[in-house]
Every structure is written in structure tokens, then in C-alpha cells.
């Protein structure tokens, strides 16, 4: 898992940057991806084993697959009892009442996560459709090499995207829409090669809200690009 989480993590860092990513999968989730809500690990409560959920609130889990063979042993039914009171039916249902864990539809390669629709390569994420090769993401849709988004959709090689849409190569956008080969953009739509820049429409070369030409703005923001790295 770790080995194919990486991959994703250094192609998307790479094709932002333009250089080779130095950080582990664990030091990006550290620096960059801690804000967003990811899969608890949990216990199955039927075989004891660890899975992932959205949400940590119940107390009792199984995983999906799990669930899937005891449908196939009784079909999850339990033998009639007298039912004289509530508190009777209540415990009836605790024989029952397991939260699942690890819950995918048409998806493969699903690691540490938990609401998978129709997609693929998907890692420690959640509530993600239609996508491909994810990674620390919350709500992530028609997306394909994406890390660290959330409620974000139609993106390609991008991280660490809040609310927005129609993102390529860019990194920590929030609000927008129509970002290219940009970072640090917040509230803006239609951007290409702009930094630091928020509230912006149709612009280009910018650098926190500031107009240059494209020499000046180049070595800017390769500078911006290692920083990122921590280099």
C-alpha cells in the first residue's frame, strides 16, 4: 500500500513542481494533509481485525466483506425471542446493529478507506466517485491524480484543493475554479501561472495579486516550488 500511496504522492509533486518530491508519505500527511478528515482505524467487532471508517461515533464495526460472508452463513438473521419491552428489542438489535467498515461499489485497489464509488488506486481517503489514483482526500469527484482534496471535483495532478473545480497542476486552491500551473490561490477563477493570489479573475504571471511578465515570474516561482518541498 505504502509503495503505490507513494507513487501517486511523487507523480502529483512532480508534475506541480517540476521536481523530484523529497517527502515520504507520512511527512506530507504531517505538513500537508492534517487539516483533512480521513478513515479511522477501528477494530472489527466480529474477527477483531483493523478497518477503516468514516466516523468513530458507533461501537460496533465490520467490515464490508465481513458482512458480505454472514449475509451468505443466515442472511444476518438471529432466531425469534420475546419482545416484551423495549429494552428486549434493543438488545436483540446489538446482536446486529454492526456499523460497516471499508464500504466500496465498483471500485478497486481501495486501501484504508471507506465510501469508494466507481473508482480506482484510491488510498486513506473518503466519500470519493468516479476517480483515480487519490490520497488523502474527503469528498473527491472525476478526479485523477489528486492528494490531500477536499469537496473538490474535475481535477488532475493537483493537492491540497478545498471547494473548488477544474484544477490542473496546482496546489492549496481554495474556492476556485478554471486553476492552471498555479498555487495559493483563494477565491479566484480563471488563472494560469499565478502565486499567492486571492479574489482574481482571467489573470496570468501574477504573484500576490501583483502583475509581471513572464521572465520575472518564472524564476519566482520556482522558488515558491522548493519551498514547497523544503528545499
Not at 35 to 58: F, H, I, K, M, Y
Not at 91 to 119: C, G, K, L
Request: with cysteine.
Amino acid at each position: 500500500m505504502i509503495e503505490n500511496a507513494q507513487y501517486i504522492l511523487d507523480k502529483v509533486m512532480g508534475q506541480i513542481t517540476g521536481y523530484q518530491n523529497p517527502l515520504s508519505v507520512d511527512q506530507f500527511l504531517t505538513k500537508y494533509a492534517f487539516d483533512v478528515r480521513l478513515p479511522s482505524q477501528v477494530n472489527d467487532s466480529t474477527t477483531g481485525e483493523a478497518t477503516w471508517a468514516q466516523s468513530t461515533n458507533p461501537t460496533k464495526f465490520i467490515t464490508m466483506e465481513n458482512a458480505r460472508k454472514r449475509v451468505e452463513v443466515d442472511d444476518f438473521m438471529i432466531a425469534p425471542r420475546p419482545l416484551n419491552s423495549i429494552n428486549d428489542i434493543l438488545a436483540a438489535w446489538q446482536e446486529t446493529n454492526y456499523t460497516s467498515t471499508e464500504r466500496q461499489i465498483d471500485s478497486v485497489n481501495v486501501y484504508q478507506s471507506d465510501n469508494i464509488y466507481q473508482s480506482e488506486h484510491v488510498y486513506r481517503s473518503l466519500d470519493v466517485h468516479d476517480s483515480k489514483h487519490i490520497l488523502f482526500s474527503d469528498v473527491c469527484l472525476n478526479s485523477e491524480y489528486a492528494v490531500a482534496v477536499q469537496r473538490s471535483k474535475n481535477l488532475t495532478y493537483c493537492a491540497r484543493i478545498d471547494d473548488s473545480k477544474e484544477c490542473q497542476q496546482s496546489f492549496a486552491v481554495s474556492w476556485s475554479g478554471l486553476i492552471v500551473n498555479s498555487a495559493f490561490i483563494h477565491d479566484s477563477y480563471d488563472m494560469f501561472e499565478c502565486l499567492f493570489c486571492s479574489h482574481l479573475s482571467g489573470k496570468k504571471y501574477c504573484v500576490a495579486n501583483m502583475q509581471l511578465d513572464e521572465a520575472t515570474y518564472m524564476p519566482i516561482k520556482d522558488m515558491v516550488m522548493r519551498w514547497i518541498l523544503g528545499q
